[in-house]
């Protein structure tokens, strides 16, 4: 691998003549050997020739030599002349040292025959021996002798001689054509090595230069072709190979990696023209579309040291905030010096920029600024985004809220005068009408003429209806202006279910007509939601089925049709065998002030609300209403509502409250045995303690007062044992308050089972566990009504009296401190709390009290708003605790409620500044912030407390009128 890639670093010249060498010096090799081998062989053949043939040769002479030898003795025996066959011997003896030169000259061509060689040279010694032997003989005439020694010894000498020297001559030709076919094999052999040489190294280089080919040329080049394929489609993901390599391949990728980047570059440059072009025409589109919409917008950069830098202004800004943008986006001061608050005003917005730096919440904040002579209220809306560093980054806008600001004063102070007026209005004709019906019911009480009774009775109903149509109509102006407040209560749907047949069962058997009410017993009977709102619907289509029905039955049933766990959707029907609807007539019968037809009100009368108004109720609880109906057999009327199971604390709490509602039941007469029966008033508020003490003693009890708890614990200590039969102690006084006085009181055995009953407006279930822990025997919340007051004071201290039904302490359920909406849906005056009164007390000493009250309340009114001024909580918090009872025992319950979230106000201020100074007892209440109450609370305050005071007079005047008109009979 390390080698391919260092060839692969070579360039293609290097590459080329790299193969060319191989190829070269396969070629040399193969000659070289080719050479080798071939010299060799031809030097084995010179070899084989100088050597092998040489020796033939040189036998085949010593062969010739040997048989001229044989001739020469032959011819011996036939010559006549001695001396030749003298001269014969000098020839043997030159034949015989010539053969013996030739057998030499073999021996040493041929040095692994000397053995055979010297043998032929000894045979060829011995034959020459025999011929001279016989030339001898012959040449002294004994040709016999010589003739026996040819045959006898010589011839065969002679033959041995020659098969010798031919075996000789053989074994060399044999030797030489061995050595000639192995040397042709040889010679065969290097030719087929050759030639495999050759071709092994063609092939070898052909695969190499394959290789090199395809490997480091064909397939980078290609790569990189399919590479440029790609960056003309802007593909400039894909990883650019070959950038590594040091050869031409690698220089056309690194060329093509620049051309990569500087198309890149090109693109990001064309990408950065587009985008600088857009957010050119973005930037001036923002600039067009900030000119036209109804306020400044901004861009905020705040960093986490308080630090700010604005990013972006439009121009105005100028108009709002009186900075020019370009002089905002160099603002270096503190960030109010934007908005050109003075010192006193720039808390707000320091405060909101400060929480949304913290909470990253939008903003949402009106100030009010000067500019000029003209004041105006700029509201300032923006979102928060968190960016590196902790810094914050706000996008929003200012708009001049002026108008608006002022349209809703003014449409809040027309709701104010509508429900001013619908108070004053709904006060000013119950007045008169109370004062009619209670003429009218006086008068039916007296035997008239018939005509007269008739008449009164007409009169009576007419009063009556009269009655409907103004609850209709308030009703219908606390939906419309959204004030209606529904309760989440546990309720007895059996109990509702009677209330509703008692209350119309006398009416259904007046027009001769059978009124069935009941329900399944899937149905809880226990239940939780708003049972005043669910039977005022029933009451809305009972009314209606019986004013329709003229023969049959009206039947209404409560049914649970769908559940959800606890949830439930209560379904309520009122069925009659009335005239009917028609399709047309349905269509619009759930309408505000629209009835079935013109005729309607005429024949039956009615404002068309109660309908309309049930529908609101119905889908204020989650549900529906509707109609089914066919002309002239009936309608069948229906509701529905989200209703939930009650669980066990609350069952019980019902058993309480239907205690409770036995007392208010009772008669507001006190029970005769607690006449003569001695109590300790213990309050700090004189009027509250003139108004206690006129109903104790309304109801024949005997009362001693005290103002404070030191004052009671002096007086009960010095009084005998059994002095007092009970102590009403309110919980909030001065010096000592009620719940330390009571643990005192408990401290000492002669007082350990006296009652002590709290009567207070503290009514919140936390505020009752405390009147226990100190040993409060039992709790009375203010306004103290006589049926509750009654009950309570029977069960201490006439338990043998009290009703069954009284059983159970008559508490009501705490009130919530109301919102802005709760508080302007409450009338300013109830005539009926005050009725209470004037059935108990006498003229003189209600009015007496009344004119205490109201010199009270005035006197109050200062101190609180001094309270706030001064941010004197305490005060705030005691005047306003105090003042609530009062209001609510003489009818103000706007003015009650107002207390409340006065002293609401003040707890927060309270556990804002000195936490452990708040009394655990006030739930605070966000929306009315920890800085005290708002202006528009005071302001609130003032009004009811004026309109009620009105009311309130107005209302002694109609019941001295109403005791005018009575005469004799009142």
């Known amino acids: 691998m ?106 040493r061509l041929v040095p692994g025959d000397a053995g055979a060689l010297r043998s032929i040279r000894d045979q060829a010694a011995q034959s020459f021996a025999l011929a001279v032997r016989i030339v001898d003989a012959a040449s002294r005439w004994r040709g016999d002798r010589a003739l026996q020694i040819i045959h006898g010894e010589f011839e065969p000498t002679l033959r041995a001689l020659q098969q010798a020297m031919n075996r000789q001559r053989d074994e060399s030709t044999s030797r030489f054509q061995s050595a000639s076919t192995r040397l042709g094999q040889l010679t065969s052999s290097t030719i087929l090595n050759t030639a495999l040489a050759v071709a092994g190294g063609l092939a070898v280089v052909i695969a190499l230069s394959t290789w090199v080919a395809i490997s480091q040329i064909s397939r980078p080049i290609m790569l990189l072709t399919r590479h440029m394929e790609r960056l003309t489609d ?190 004053v209005m709904s006060h000013e004709i119950r007045t008169p009408l109370n004062a009619i019906l209670g003429l009218a019911q006086l008068a039916l009480k007296e035997p008239l003429p018939p005509a007269q009774q008739d008449r009164v009775e007409k009169m009576f109903q007419a009063g009556r209806r009269l009655l409907g149509i103004v609850d209709d109509t308030l009703d219908f102006s606390k939906i419309d202006g959204g004030h209606l407040v529904l309760e989440h209560v546990p309720f007895d749907v059996e109990k509702l279910l009677d209330d509703l047949s008692d ?29 005043h709102r669910i039977a005022q619907i029933l009451m809305n289509f009972v009314n209606n089925a019986l004013k329709f029905t003229q023969a049959g039955e009206v039947a209404v049933a409560l049914d649970a049709v769908a559940e959800n766990g606890d949830g439930l959707l209560l379904r309520g029907t009122v069925r009659d065998t009335g005239i009917g609807l028609t399709a ?83 008669p507001r007469r006190a029970p005769a045995a607690l006449a003569g029966r001695r109590v300790l008033l213990v309050d700090d508020n004189e009027l509250n303690r003139l108004v206690g003490t006129g109903l104790l003693e309304a109801g024949g009890l005997r009362v001693d007062t005290a103002n404070d708890g030191v004052q009671a614990i002096d007086q009960l200590v010095r009084a005998p044992d059994g002095t007092y039969d009970a102590v009403l102690m309110d919980m909030q006084m001065p010096v000592m308050d009620g719940l330390t006085a009571t643990r005192r009181l408990r401290a000492q055995a002669r007082f350990a089972t006296l009652p002590v009953i709290a009567m207070t407006a503290n009514a919140a279930p936390q505020d009752i566990e405390r009147t226990r822990s100190a040993g409060m025997d039992d709790h009375l919340s203010k306004p103290v009504l006589e049926g509750p007051l009654w009950a309570v004071l029977t069960r201490w201290l ?56 109201i010199q009270d309340s005035e006197a109050r009114m200062r101190r609180i708003a001094r309270a706030c001024t001064e941010a004197d909580w305490p005060a705030l918090r005691e005047e306003a605790h105090e003042w609530g009872g009062t209001a609510g025992i003489f009818g103000l319950q706007r003015l009650g409620a107002l207390t409340r979230v006065l002293e609401d106000a003040a707890l927060q201020a309270l556990a804002a500044t000195r936490p452990q100074d708040a009394d655990s007892s006030g739930d605070a209440d966000a929306g009315v912030g920890a800085g005290g109450p708002p202006a528009a609370v005071l302001d609130a305050t003032r009004t009811a407390l004026a309109e009620g005071v009105a009311q309130l007079r107005a209302q002694a005047l109609a019941a001295i009128g109403a005791a005018a008109a009575a005469g004799p009979h009142a």
């Not at 059978?514 to 809880?524: A, F, N």
């Open 2 to 107: 390390d080698r391919a890639r260092q060839l692969s670093h070579l360039p293609l010249t290097a590459k080329v003549v790299f193969l060319v060498a191989l190829m070269g010096v396969i070629s040399i090799a193969t000659a070289i050997y080719t050479t080798v081998t071939m010299r060799g062989i031809t030097d084995d053949y010179k070899a084989l020739i100088d050597r092998e043939a040489q020796s033939a040769l040189h036998v085949s002479d010593a062969a010739l030599l040997l048989g001229e030898s044989s001739r020469l003795v032959y011819a011996v025996l036939t010559e006549q002349n001695e001396n030749t066959m003298r001269g014969a011997l000098v020839s043997l003896e030159r034949l015989q040292a010539q053969f013996q030169a030739q057998i030499e000259t073999t021996e």
């Open 584 to 666: 047309a007539q349905r269509d619009h019968l759930f309408q505000a002030f629209h009835q079935a037809d013109a005729t309607i009100t005429r024949r039956f009368g009615g404002t068309g609300l109660g309908l309309a108004i049930s529908r609101q109720l119905a889908r204020r609880m989650g549900g529906e209403t509707g109609v089914e109906s066919t002309p002239g057999l009936g309608s069948t009327f229906w509701f529905t509502a989200r209703v939930r199971r009650a669980d066990t604390a609350a069952q019980e709490g019902l058993a309480a409250r239907a205690g409770a509602d036995g007392a208010r039941a009772a």
């Open 503 to 531: 209350l119309f069962v006398h009416k259904a058997r007046e027009k001769g007509l059978t009124l069935r009410i009941g329900m399944p017993d899937t149905v809880p009977r226990h239940l939780v939601g708003d049972p």
């Open 798 to 853: 006439a338990p043998e009296a009290a009703a069954p039904a009284a059983a159970t302490a008559a508490l009501r359920a705490p009130e919530p401190v109301p919102d802005a909406g709760a508080v302007a849906a409450l009338p300013v005056f109830d005539a009926a709390a005050v009725q209470e009164l004037q059935d108990l007390l006498p003229a003189d000493r209600l009015a007496a009290l009344r004119e205490r009250f």
């Open 234 to 423: 802007r593909h400039y993901g894909d990883a650019i190979t070959g950038t590594g390599r040091r050869d031409e391949v690698g220089t056309m990728a690194k060329a093509l990696q620049v051309f990569r980047d500087s198309m890149q570059r090109e693109d990001r440059l064309a990408v950065e023209v587009a985008a600088s072009a857009e957010a050119r025409r973005l930037s001036e589109q923002l600039v067009d579309l900030t000119g036209a919409i109804p306020g400044a917008v901004f861009q905020l950069r705040m960093d986490a040291d308080g630090g700010h830098r604005f990013l972006f202004a439009s121009e105005k800004a100028e108009d709002l905030q009186g900075l020019p943008a370009h002089e905002l986006l160099r603002l270096q001061g503190p960030l109010h010096a934007a908005y050109g608050l003075p010192e006193a005003g720039q808390e707000p917005v320091r405060e909101a920029f400060a929480h949304s730096l913290r909470t990253l919440e939008p903003l949402d904040f009106d100030v009010e600024v000067q500019r000029g002579e003209r004041t105006r209220w700029i509201k300032t809306l923006a979102t928060a985004r968190a960016l590196p560093g902790g810094a914050v980054l706000f996008n929003g806008v200012w708009l001049d809220v002026t108008e608006q600001r002022n349209q809703a004063r003014a449409l809040a102070q027309v709701a104010e005068e509508k429900a001013t007026f619908l108070a």
